[in-house]
């Protein structure tokens, strides 16, 4: 099947089997290898990816599902200007290891557009999807609340 | 890995999506896909055509009607959550399935028909005392929640059919829901409870994953409903429910902890 989408602002054009995981099309085919599989069923959230701005698992997304979509990964969220979630974490220490940092982003970038100033309880709220085994979280919340949303991102 | 699938339908509107049911009544239906995807990864489902309902608008939508609120089963758990329309029962339960990330993708007709006996907003539906409309290219049925489920993962659903949507009639009275899973999100239920009291009307104690389907108290809520003490109803509860030991959980915890959520809702209010 042709699936046409925008991938980080640019016109994609794929020919895949239409329940290839959005996540093996993004990896394989786009060679974009940010985006990471941890589990690849749902529960993990290193996958995370937007879809037309909403943060989903793009392990269970089939591809033909994002025909006509627009999406952003992970390479394209700082691509211009590193994103102000990205600047915070390293300035708190919020990625160790790294493999669920790219879906923290997400996630954070999704939440921060929506409600730029989160509490704490609502940074964990959003960012209960991914799950991270070196930070104990604490870190990760202390840069998602101290990022400032770029405007109109 | 990809499942070898060589049909797929991808219907825009509610017309072109019953003509292809009906000419397609072995296409596995998908909508968010959080359950069809991790079926097909897990090898459990091996679909060779599939009727995609994602992209059908005529299923995504929220409306008051005559006799009550209209919920599409296209709604996405987050769409319940933004519209600030619905039932505060459905939405404490839409906030609770999975994660952000799931409940942006996890639509209502998906928890519906999935048919889980943990599906965390069925026994919302039994509370609210709720009808689902399903209709194929022959004609529209309603039926009420409560005789939905018809055993382990069976539904009233004919292989033509598709499930339209959920009619919430205006109903009166305290609600509480409560899930109880190993942490607050994306854990499937151990436990989960939807209640409505109307003290002297009516009442409704209903649990999912205490048996293998959404659940109704009968007796307890008839002792309710008559002044019976908190503590004979608690009893009656843990009587009529029916759980097992899973991978979840026990049958002993789930009684325990059945009774306990109710007994703390009705001494709180
Ligand atoms: C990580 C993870 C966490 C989860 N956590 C929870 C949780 O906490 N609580 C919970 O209740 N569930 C949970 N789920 C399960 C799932 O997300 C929900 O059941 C969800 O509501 C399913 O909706 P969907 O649109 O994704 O369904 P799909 O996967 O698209 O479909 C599910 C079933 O419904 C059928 N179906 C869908 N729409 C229709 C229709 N209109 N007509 C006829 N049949 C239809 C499909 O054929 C399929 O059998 C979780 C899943 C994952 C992967």
């Given at each position: 099947m042709n699936v046409r989408f925008r991938c980080n602002g640019r016109a994609v054009e794929v020919d895949v089997p239409p329940m290839s995981r959005l996540l093996d099309v993004l990896r394989e085919?786009?060679?974009?290898?940010?985006?990471k599989e941890g589990c690849g069923e749902g529960e993990c959230g290193a996958c995370t990816v937007r879809i037309d701005g909403e943060a989903v698992m793009s392990c269970l997304v089939p591809v033909c599902q994002v025909d006509g979509a627009s999406i952003v990964t992970i390479e394209g969220l700082g691509a211009s200007v590193v994103h102000p979630v990205q600047t915070a974490m390293l300035q708190h220490g919020?990625?160790?290891?790294?493999?669920?940092t790219p879906g923290l982003c997400m996630s954070a970038a999704a939440l921060l557009e929506r409600n730029p100033h989160p509490s704490r309880e609502e940074a964990r709220v959003a960012l209960a999807g991914n799950l991270c085994r070196c930070t104990g979280y604490q870190k990760v919340v202390d840069a998602v609340c101290a990022s400032l949303a770029p405007e109109g991102s | 890995m990809s499942a070898p699938v060589t049909a797929l339908f991808r219907p825009r509107t509610l017309n072109d999506a019953l003509k292809m049911r009906a000419e397609q009544p072995g296409a596995t239906v998908m909508a968010g896909g959080t359950d069809v995807m991790v079926y097909i990864e897990s090898g459990t489902l091996k679909p060779t055509a599939i009727l995609d309902l994602w992209g059908c608008s005529g299923l995504r939508w929220q409306q008051s009607i005559t006799g009550g609120q209209f919920h599409g089963a296209g709604l996405t758990c987050t769409d319940v959550l933004r519209s600030g329309q619905s039932h505060p029962l459905l939405e404490a339960a839409a906030a609770t399935v999975g994660a952000v990330q799931i409940q942006n993708r996890a639509t209502l007709g998906g928890n519906i028909c999935n048919a889980s006996p943990a599906g965390d907003t069925l026994p919302v539906w039994l509370a609210l005392k709720a009808e689902f409309e399903v209709a194929s290219v022959r004609g529209r049925r309603r039926i009420p929640a409560a005789s939905f489920w018809q055993g382990y993962k069976k539904i009233d659903l004919r292989p033509d059919e598709l499930f339209l949507g959920i009619l919430i009639p205006p109903l009166f009275g305290h609600t509480h829901f409560r899930k109880v899973g190993?942490?607050?999100?994306q854990s499937i239920s151990k436990v989960v409870f939807a209640g409505r009291y109307n003290p002297g009307v009516d009442a409704c104690l209903a649990f999912g994953a205490v048996g293998p389907t959404p659940m109704r108290c009968l007796k307890a809520e008839t002792a309710l409903v008559a002044g019976a003490a908190v503590d004979d109803v608690v009893q009656l509860v843990r009587e009529e429910i029916a759980p097992i030991d899973d991978i979840r959980s026990t049958a002993v915890y789930r009684r325990q902890v059945a009774g306990n959520i109710v007994r703390r809702w009705l001494t709180s209010l």
């Open positions: 085919e786009l060679r974009l290898t940010g985006s919020g990625a160790q290891c790294g493999i669920c | 190993t942490r607050l999100a």
